[in-house]
């Protein structure tokens, strides 16, 4: 009876596994967003992830909307340290389902970053 259990567990972890993987692999969009870099972090109480946050400004005077984004590329967090408080160009991919928090709070992931000009 215990090596049916084990054979369950070990085939619930493979298929977590390969679910999480597709998830992570499988964009279902990708675009791009310009606005002002407000806030890069590392957060996270188990799994530490980069969390950034870019104000649309639709309206000048009028408060931006926020929206809130997850960057795992180590290069693109260093270019994004630097440009905080700029006005930059984000191109991102959308992840849906993804199971855990432990690869970013959103679903959307950042894999490059420029600065845009005004």
């Not at 679910?19 to 310009?34: A, H, M, N």
């Not at 950034?52 to 960057?71: K, N, R, S």
């Not at 795992?72 to 984000?90: C, I, S, T, Y």
Request: aromatic share 16%.
């Amino acid at each position: 009876m215990k090596k049916m259990w084990w054979k369950v567990l070990v085939v619930l972890v493979i298929l977590f596994s390969a679910y999480s993987w597709f998830t992570l692999w499988w964009s279902y969009s990708d675009g791009e967003r310009v606005g002002t870099l407000q806030k890069m972090a590392r957060k996270g109480w188990l799994c530490k992830t980069n969390e950034g946050e870019l104000a649309l400004y639709i309206i000048p005077g009028v408060a931006p909307q926020l929206w809130y984004f997850t960057v795992r590329n180590d290069a693109v967090v260093v270019q994004l340290d630097e440009l905080v408080g700029k006005r930059v160009r984000l191109h991102y991919s959308e992840h849906r389902g993804v199971p855990s928090s432990c690869f970013g709070d959103t679903r959307y992931f950042i894999d490059s970053v420029s600065e845009a000009p005004l």
